[in-house]
């Protein structure tokens, strides 16, 4: 069991169910010393907030947080720290008749199966609501990382077919403000009149959320189940609605021939560099220097107001509507979510790569 | 950093270098009292062994297998198996070329950065001899998942071009005895003459890996880090030459509407089942009982004989045309890794499943 | 870094200072399906309040604990469990002097060292305070362990020079109300005239807190770093105050013979048991059967109102008089956290052990 | 289950029974850049070879320790370090008589509880032999610490009633050369009297070994459950025959008073120090900078050939005589495996300790 912390020395430790009386995690081992306070928070968390626009749910949650320990005279002090989100919004009116059916393309089944009963409010555990806590810890990581010069930035690649163009990577920041979250302003606008026609034929989309990693050295991630990428898959595929990832070109690699997927190293004056980046800025599991890539494919939305087929609690076929205010896609609100669980995994390889020569630590405690 | 350990109540350290004196794997918490000898294990390991085909490379490894410790009158003891393949055909003349270069493709400049200096014969630790270790490790889980009725049956979906049909999905046997790993003989030839054909252009080929676990109960994964797919896919992205991992339709459930990806359940008879699979068997990261289906995108093999640009110790760019004897494609020998990564991630889940309910302890210790 | 986080898979996780907003815990991997409400866990936490008696602090605490997650209908839900007191009586004007000097027998120098700074108000992280989220972690596991006949039993063995009569043991239920939390009433009253006389000499004392688990079974502890010893003398050890940690007969044995030390095994009836028990019912480090008995030597509470040299921040020897609300010997309060220590760690290696036999496994999936 | 990994960023995985082929262990996470020979290890394996004198067994073990992989060059590579002892002197007919009964102070009962069965030569995976794989990690962590000016001294401090004189402790290098590992020569002699008067009557000893670890600075230690203290502990009773472990004054300090257990800091021109070293160089689970001083108490050997009363495998009383070739005491060659188990958890928390501050970090990576 267990299965809430993710993480070596750096531990997120998340809890929570979607109508609890609260959400949030404890961050334990983050270094001392960072100036902190809420607002570093609310930045990150304000992006998966619902209720912005119409692709999202119109639920209202404010998502709040709240700092209870590890923070003194405005900075970390290296013991563990909780943050806490108060649900105030929840209707569980809305849910009780979703505790007599098994939702398709839900855990539902799966936590009874498990645990022989499950909290069915919102999904309990299994809700969304849960990514609160690792887009808190991610705030942080985010923030320290920035420090060192690293960026790390995810946005909406496609929704449906919608995709955005490739010209537009040159300038990400149009994705803090769309409501796709999308950094292509007019993509954006496409994607969310599909979003929009979508939902009222009472169905929903999926899409891809991709995100650029700079700045990270050459020489992190630890061969060999600790991989940079095997622990950026673990983390990203442990985001509920995310069915693929991929790291650089990923599934097209599969089709090159060795000298098309090769990329050269060259010399640019003193720095080592790539002339190109089909490996997505990992080799043999450890960073390169290069651009770090990822994408993460988006199931649709699960719950749909559409008739579907499903069986209750007595075992009988039955067909739901599934009503409540769902998002039409989790795309949008997930980005962040990817960006935080990808934080959280360079940092933590970062302090293990501390100790990878004896020099290191020599010189460390001179 | 360490990361060469992989599970939590069943543990898998591996450990060895390509041109080191042995390679193997320590398997601690394996269950007592299973029937176990070397033939159990030879038999995964001789599915990775090369030079049966043109398909891989002509080195000759026989990979015998040793059971050091764990095992007693032909029993699981309980305690660590410690496994050991002794390296016999290790030239390390081979090598003493690429002591000066970075390989393209390779995990050589990461290794250096990280560690200062690397042991360059064969790649050391980075090599595909490493996943010896894993196979031997993925041996026992498999023999014990058989034993509660679960399959896990990985083969080779595609190698560049060519795919399998799909309804040679019905009887995977003849993966086992071709050259690619193919269950479809047709298929395998057409692949056979695509791989012979590269090899004479100096180049390499990728493909996809497909795995199959029939059998796994509703329930099995740990929310939410621990997810069922967040540790296939991390288990899956830590074999070298992996670059994107998916479950069930994967990537394609980005374009799918909510109506088309969600999966019916439906009741037949007493047992609960599903009308379609594009979950691929998890759902909210648990098992939903139906067949589990991953892939794994393998890139082309880096070590090609055509020449390619990259620099030397001093910094200087210079061209390259690697020599040795290579595998044109890794994917048909690096199927049984796929495989023993999943059973061992799977066998580890249901432990972990164990303790879910309270009524469960307290029944197990009545 | 970290290490806020106990056990593997039942993990608890405390987070909290002193004179924070709040302390808590989270509980992840606890069992689904047992009957929990804030009063099973509030039952030990009250055990740790202090302003009972003058031999604590008169500090007044409440320590009410709220559960926020983990629990749905009066039950557990498999999914972590956060519990959280709120700090409601924290004046840290009285610890405004204690920010420039360190304290003697306090942690104050090795946080500053280790941190750059730190939360000096009570203690922070290093306050006796942090123990709250241990004992409500404790009190699940208890229940839990309970329910399968395993109780979990500590109290107060000595106090300065003040020690219980053996023949007390046959009775331990007068632990729960004396002030000492001695088991013999006659030692609580010399031991609370000893208290009384020593904090009007300003100074304080130490103690030994002894535990007895009765009830499990043969078999517990995983060979060879995880043995029921090992881990039951790190989570004892782990608390504040604690200098020793012995196990059955302990220090006693390194001066018997052999001859002596040995438990002869006997059959009675059906059951195998021992005709002595000097092990404390562990044998290499797996449990015998027997009742498992240790003892924690606890040093006197550090902070006393006498005059004591020190040095401040600017590196100057000065002498200082600690003023402030303090327990004269913290042995009566730390009873319930040793309890709780030994609650958790033997519940989770219950656990571990469940899966030690394949046929375990095999009959739990039939 | 598991259990026989030890460690976070440094991790020792040992394997191997008693009389099975080898017995080693698996050393991940070591830094790379370490210069290192099968000599440097041999010498600290050589400190626990029986039949160096009547003190241990006469049964010869060469013990010849074989570096499998992790070194290149002569240098450590920051991969995997496989360390294997080849069983050359195991007479497994010896002991056939034993797989009928449970020896009294043996794990044999337990074992067979847990696992349904057991590897009963020479006590298997519970013998002393396991603790090879130990001191072979511990020479490496040991001879790292040296480079940083850190020494880990472990010395036999009593056997039965003959203790050292405290004046010895000027001059440890005695140890090295008594065969009882005391540091007192006059004491060793005494305590070699006792030794084989005890053989003769058929009866073993315990006793006490104290280790000494100078030059840790102030602030190793992770608050709150991987406190120095409680590693050290968990590390320490992880030792077969240990019974009791205390830190600094240890036990003594229950029955002092606050004022006398307290060590005053003072300033010694730059230098941060204490004018007493009651609490053995730890704080609150950090280091203070002084002398770390623990003791392990070690119970007599259980193989005894005297009549003992025990039960048989059909759960019948009977009496036995214990065969073989036994140490009479085994403390002085378990000196070395404290030492080395002291030595693996002072190094990873020195490793873990890093990253306590972000300035820390933020300076690394410039």
Chains 1, 2, 3, 4 share one sequence.
């Not at 993480?7 to 334990?28: F, P, Q, R, Y």
């Not at 299994?126 to 920035?146: D, F, H, W, Y």
């Not at 991929?246 to 050269?264: C, F, P, R």
Request: glycine share 10%; hydrophobic share 35%; net charge negative.
């Amino acid at each position: 069991m267990s299965g809430s912390t993710f993480g070596k020395n750096i531990t997120v430790s998340t809890w929570g169910e979607s109508h609890g009386k609260a959400l949030g995690c404890v961050i334990d081992g983050f270094p001392a010393g960072m100036e902190l306070d809420e607002g570093d928070i609310q930045k990150l968390l304000d992006r998966r907030k619902p209720g912005t626009s119409s692709a999202t749910t119109s639920r209202k949650e404010d998502d709040l947080v709240e700092i209870l320990s590890g923070v003194f005279d405005g900075r970390t002090t290296g013991t563990p720290i909780s943050l806490m989100v108060t649900n105030t919004n929840q209707k569980s009116s809305d849910y009780s008749e979703i505790a007599k059916y098994y939702r398709p393309g839900h855990a539902d089944y799966g936590f009874d199966e498990k645990y022989g009963f499950r909290d069915y409010r919102g999904g309990g555990r299994s809700s969304g609501r849960e990514t609160i806590g690792r887009v808190a810890a991610g705030a942080l990581c985010e923030k320290l990382l920035n420090k060192m010069g690293i960026t790390v930035e995810a946005y909406t690649r496609s929704i449906g077919d919608v995709e955005i163009d490739e010209s537009c990577l040159k300038d990400l920041s149009p994705r803090l403000t769309t409501p796709t979250a999308m950094p292509d302003v007019i993509a954006d606008k496409r994607a969310m009149e599909l979003i929009n026609a979508t939902r009222e034929k009472n169905d929903s989309l999926g899409g891809v959320i991709e995100c650029r990693i700079k700045g990270v050295p050459a020489g992190i991630g630890e061969p060999v189940f600790d991989k940079l990428d095997a622990l950026l898959a673990r983390s990203v595929m442990s985001i509920g609605a995310v069915k693929a990832v991929e790291i650089g070109d990923g599934i097209s690699v599969a089709t090159y021939y060795g000298s098309q997927n090769n990329d050269a190293f060259e010399a640019v004056g003193n720095r080592i560099s790539k002339k190109t980046n089909h490996s997505g800025g990992i080799l043999g599991g450890i960073s390169d220097g290069s651009e770090i890539i990822l994408r993460a494919y988006v199931k649709p939305t699960p719950s749909i107001a559409s008739t579907q087929e499903t069986i209750n609690n007595e075992g009988e076929n039955i067909t739901i509507n599934i009503k409540g205010r769902h998002d039409p896609v989790v795309v949008p609100r997930a980005v962040v979510v990817v960006e935080s669980m990808c934080a959280i995994t360079i940092l933590d390889l970062m302090i293990s790569n501390m100790s990878s020569k004896a020099d290191s630590i020599i010189q460390f405690y001179k």
